[in-house]
């Protein structure tokens, strides 16, 4: 069984920053593509950023030249530095991580979302 346990979310005011954490412990043989969601109230959970494990980036338009997706694989560990926060960038967020526990067996594992508020 493997937990992703986020951290880092809260209220700030339009034009500051943000660090988001999330952390996975368990049973990990390999991460392969580590991802962070956001879903706003009466919206769909969307892609902001995703970053696989040879380096590879995808980044929401939104957030481009913004937002700063990395990683610790020594920690199981992904990060989301958002600069210049926007009122509408308020959402909940959710870690993705693409998990292998053995050579044959993997799974998609998702955080508990940890709420991110910017005011105005």
């Known amino acids: 069984q493997v937990h992703l346990v986020e951290s880092g979310g809260g209220l700030v005011q339009a034009g500051g920053s943000l660090r988001l954490s999330c952390a996975a412990s368990?049973?990990?043989?390999?991460?392969?593509?580590m991802g962070w969601y956001r879903q706003a109230p009466g919206k769909q959970r969307d892609l902001v950023a995703a970053?696989?494990?040879?380096?590879?980036?995808n980044y929401a338009d939104s957030v481009k030249g913004r937002f700063t997706i990395s990683r610790d694989n020594a920690k199981n560990t992904v990060y989301l530095q958002m600069n210049s926060l926007k009122p509408e960038d308020t959402a909940v967020y959710y870690c993705?991580?693409?998990?292998?526990?053995?050579?044959?067996?993997?799974?998609?594992?998702w955080g508990q979302g940890t709420q991110v508020t910017v005011s105005t």
């Open positions: 368990g049973r990990i043989f390999s991460i392969n593509t």
């Open positions: 993705k991580m693409e998990i292998r526990h053995t050579i044959l067996r993997r799974t998609t594992e």
């Open positions: 970053l696989t494990n040879d380096g590879s980036t």
